[in-house]
């Protein structure tokens, strides 16, 4: 029975998340165990590195999933390694011991270091386990500095060193994976280092605007004001998401004032400029120009090479100078898919248990850039928007004309079909919250659309287009 709940697990997430997510992570991995009165699922790495990565990134999915698919509201999920040596965890003598102990609970706020400690809870209990191979930790040391980012890191130190002193709001702006998030963090982790008595909030606006809606829902307005008004430092990520939702846009004005006026520091960061944000009132977007507004750019060959340098060091893996010039050199649109490769590259030599080459390196990162060199869920939205005649913005927006409805439909088919991308990053790209009108709009053209005239010609056209752009 666990081997069928686990296949079906891999396909929801290879769905969720994308095939390769689950080809790198969750293959050689195995659902051994289900303890229904624990409630606690155990699961099988096929060693520390696999493991540390899915307890520290993919734990909830994890839950969640099983949960379902077990038939349970929550459950635990415990994960060691396959085979583990004397005297560490075994899934037998996890049984023996108090299930009560929270082995699971990865729901931190600030999730800046791999809760070794915490997850690992059973295992310090038999003995003193080997630290993970690799501790993540988004602080001002683990960040690479270079000419892309050197004004928003400067003044991300400054306002850590001295909340509220500096420019205020401090506003970061710059495309997806390119450290925002990683400064926010360090800037957290100095605050909290430096002088712990200050409350230090971090928050992604998507969730205040989920806690405002919540906090209407339950007529708890005043305590959601006086939450945000308890911040010493408030760091507020991906603003953008703010845009046109009024309501939220009030509230956070409200606060952005009280907090402003008794110089409590305020960082904000966004994928673009504040004038850029659609649908933002005139007066805050004012307010988030008042400070100093500093951009991050894609850094250049010689600070990706120190960025994968000081990631795999995090990692403890040993590579030689060749072999990080290669990975270095890939034409990456960020620095998070940089890392993404790399992890894949130590993934598939502690898998395969060989030295990381420079043609290791080729052989498991070309046929993926490959790939994505040709075709990418960009590239279809433009060539979908060439062919039907439309603009880029009108297919990411709401507007649901017949011919832009149609466009966007294809434009997800095709997305899911020739590209790698999950169901969860087509419809983010459509700026959907989650990804069911992703599977409406494929199964749509799968089950009638192909036998419309129009909507198989589009298809056509824009399969046509991007062959010959190839
Ligand atoms: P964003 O919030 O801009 O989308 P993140 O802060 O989540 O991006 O960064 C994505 C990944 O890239 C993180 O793992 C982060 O540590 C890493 N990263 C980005 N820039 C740097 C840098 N200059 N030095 C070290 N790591 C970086
Ligand atoms: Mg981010």
Not at 157 to 178: D, E, I, K, R, T
Not at 247 to 267: D, G, M, P, R, Y
Not at 428 to 457: C, M, Q, W, Y
Request: charged share 25%; proline share 2%.
């Amino acid at each position: 029975m666990v081997e069928t709940i686990w296949q079906e697990f891999l396909k929801i997430v290879s769905q969720e998340v994308g095939s390769r997510i689950v080809e790198t992570w969750f293959k050689a991995v195995h659902l051994v165990l289900w303890d229904s009165n624990a409630k606690v699922a155990y699961l099988h790495a096929p060693n520390d590195f696999v493991k540390t990565w899915i307890v520290t990134h993919y734990q909830d999915l994890c839950k969640k999933h099983l949960a379902r698919l077990l038939g349970e509201e929550s459950i635990k999920v415990h994960i060691a390694v396959e085979g583990a040596q004397d005297g560490q965890f075994t899934i037998v003598a996890a049984r023996k011991l108090d299930h009560a102990t929270n082995v699971s609970s990865s729901s931190t706020k600030m999730p800046l270091t791999v809760p070794s400690s915490k997850h690992d809870k059973i295992a310090l209990v038999k003995k003193k386990q080997k630290k993970p191979a690799h501790v993540t930790v988004y602080t001002f040391e683990s960040f690479v500095v270079g000419p892309s980012n050197e004004l928003a890191f400067s003044a991300a130190y400054a306002v850590a060193q001295n909340p509220g002193m500096h420019y205020n709001p401090l506003f970061l702006y710059g495309g997806s994976g390119l450290g925002k998030t990683h400064l926010l963090y360090a800037i957290s982790a100095h605050v909290h280092e430096k002088s712990p008595e200050k409350v230090v909030y971090y928050e992604t606006a998507d969730r205040f605007v989920q806690n405002f809606i919540q906090a209407i829902r339950l007529d708890k307005m005043a305590q959601f004001q006086a939450q945000y008004r308890r911040a010493d430092v408030l760091l507020i990520d991906d603003i953008q998401f703010i845009s046109k939702k009024e309501q939220t846009q009030e509230a956070f004005f409200h606060i952005f004032n009280l907090l402003h006026q008794s110089h409590k520091q305020i960082v904000l960061t966004a994928d673009c400029m504040p004038r850029d944000i659609a649908g933002l009132a005139e007066r805050m977007r004012t307010r988030l120009e008042w400070g100093l507004v500093a951009d991050i750019h894609m850094p250049l060959l010689e600070t990706r090479m120190a960025i994968l340098k000081k990631k795999a060091e995090a990692y403890s893996a040993s590579i030689d100078d060749e072999a990080f010039s290669a990975l270095a050199s890939y034409d990456f649109s960020n620095v998070r898919e940089l890392e993404g490769a790399l992890v894949r590259v130590l993934a598939s030599a502690a898998l395969a248990d060989c030295a990381v080459t420079k043609e290791f390196i080729e052989k498991i990162i070309k046929p993926v850039v490959r790939v994505k060199e040709t075709v990418d869920i960009a590239s279809i939205a433009r060539t979908v928007c060439r062919c039907a005649q439309l603009n880029l913005h009108e297919l990411r927006s709401s507007t649901r004309t017949k011919e832009l409805v149609v466009a966007r439909h294809v434009a997800m088919f095709l997305m899911k079909r020739m590209t790698d991308a999950s169901l969860r990053e087509i419809g983010s790209f459509f700026n959907k919250k989650d990804h069911s009108t992703v599977i409406h709009a494929i199964e749509k053209i799968e089950t009638k659309g192909k036998k419309i005239r129009e909507i198989s010609l589009l298809i056509k056209d824009v399969e046509r287009c991007l062959e010959e752009r190839s």
